[in-house]
Nanobody, 127 residues
Framework: QVQLVESGGGLVQAGGSLSLSCAASGRPFSSNAMGWFRQAPGKEREFVASINWNGDTTYYSDSVKARFTISRNNAENQMFLQMRSLRPEDTAVYYC????????????????????WGQGTQVTVSS
């Protein structure tokens, strides 16, 4: 059974930092692109960041670029999101996803291109 499990969420003050992890099990994802999305209350799920199969290509939404860093450790079947300079508008449930594709400049921000999803972890940024 394939599972993605996020961890590391919590409550932080504006300007602070948090690190999220996504642990995959049930199959290796070393050949698959992975990504982070988030959903704020009353809003649609939105793309945050994506990383290709070997980590040498990353994409970020404009709202998090230069503040968030996505990375992965294929040996441990894990993905990470380092978040700095957090803002109240970053408050959301953060989800990790994995696609069945290795790398794509057109799929990375498309929610429908991610086959597997975690249950999400709450990030709350207070002002």
């Amino acid at each position: 059974q394939v599972q993605l499990v996020e961890s590391g969420g919590g409550l932080v003050q504006a300007g602070g930092s948090l690190s999220l992890s996504c642990a995959a099990s049930g199959r290796p994802f070393s050949s698959n692109a992975m990504g982070w999305f988030r959903q704020a209350p009353g809003k649609e799920r939105e793309f945050v960041a994506s990383i290709n199969w070997n980590g040498d290509t990353t994409y970020y939404s404009d709202s998090v670029k230069a503040r968030f860093t996505i990375s992965r450790n294929n040996a441990e079947n894990q993905m990470f999101l380092q978040m700095r300079s957090l803002r109240p508008e970053d408050t959301a449930v953060y989800y990790c996803g994995a696609g069945l594709w290795a790398s794509s400049s057109t799929y990375y921000a498309r929610e429908d291109k991610y086959e597997y999803w975690g249950q999400g972890t709450q990030v709350t940024v207070s002002s």
